[in-house]
């Protein structure tokens, strides 16, 4: 059971965008919740017939089951309050649960399991139960890491100073993107290609693991390739320039990885077979939290 604190609220969007929000004030009061402040996995262990005690294999995490009871007042807008659960919380419906307390803003991704309603007294009770099949709370923002060949320089508003012209672009000299991972937890990434020119075959390596990925794919000015390595959320997308997608996960060349950020300081360093000086990528990423 969560304890009481006037900074606090959740405010749910279900996959339509429409969301509500949840505190402690009416419409909608947030009478309690469980499963936020906890986590639980399975220790796997094997015991041999002649040894003393056991052996561990290993720990899985758990799904996480959020419970929300959230009360509002059984007057004349009691139909429209209703209502307005039922539209947020349909069945076969997914979500995201942002939890705000002070400076923590956290978010998880739900299942809706159910909505059951009940009178007591002047209120309604509503419990709210939301199945998270990946258990981990995330940033509500994204942290967005970048390596440009090319430093962009033409801007709005434009002066150009007479007799001396102005440059439309720098080639700058980083070559690696670095994701620094706390936690034990290894983040998803969304790698994001960009093509400035040709670009044949580009390529990724975390130079602190050795792994790469690369793919079989030739960009054109103004292309994208985006590659999502989110668990159970893998895939490759290729935006041309007219905003199009295709799916060309089968690009991932045999052998080579979805990488992730594994516990500590990764290093990224692009390349391509060639057009590499026309080759930018951006790394976005979420931190990951067992529990708030």
Not at 143 to 156: E, G, M, R, S
Not at 180 to 209: C, D, M, R, W
Not at 222 to 247: A, F
């Amino acid at each position: 059971m969560a304890y009481f604190s006037k900074t606090k609220k959740i405010i749910c969007r279900n996959s339509y965008g429409y969301k509500l929000e949840f505190g402690y004030s009416f419409p909608f009061y947030l009478n309690s919740y469980s499963g936020i402040h906890s986590y639980d996995g399975n220790v796997a262990t094997i015991k041999s017939a002649f040894g003393v005690g056991v052996s561990y294999i290993g720990t899985s995490v758990n799904q996480r089951n959020i419970n929300l009871v959230i009360a509002f007042k059984d007057g004349a807008d009691l139909i429209t309050r209703k209502q307005q659960l039922y539209n947020i919380f349909p069945l076969k419906d997914h979500g995201t649960l942002f939890y705000y307390e002070g400076d923590i803003e956290r978010k998880i991704n739900y299942y809706v399991e159910n909505v059951n309603l009940v009178r007591k007294a002047n209120f309604v009770y509503a419990t709210i139960n939301l199945l998270c099949p990946s258990p981990y709370f995330m940033d509500s923002e994204e942290t967005i890491a970048t390596l440009q060949n090319w430093d962009k320089l033409f801007k709005f508003p434009l002066e150009i100073p007479d007799g001396t012209g102005i440059e439309f672009g720098r080639k700058n000299s980083m070559t690696a993107i670095e994701i620094e991972n706390n936690s034990h937890i290894p983040y998803g990434l969304t790698i994001t290609f960009t093509a400035n020119g040709e670009v044949i075959n580009p390529s990724l390596k975390n130079t602190k693991t050795n792994e790469i990925m690369r793919l079989n794919y030739t960009l054109e000015l103004g292309e994208q390739i985006v590659v999502t390595t989110y668990n159970n959320e893998k895939s490759i997308t290729h935006i041309d320039s007219n905003g199009v997608e295709t799916n060309i996960t089968n690009a991932l060349v045999f052998g080579t990885k979805f990488l992730q950020a594994p516990n500590g300081v990764n290093k990224y360093v692009t390349n391509a077979d060639s057009g590499l000086s026309n080759l930018d990528c951006s790394i976005s990423y979420y931190n990951y939290y067992e529990a708030v």
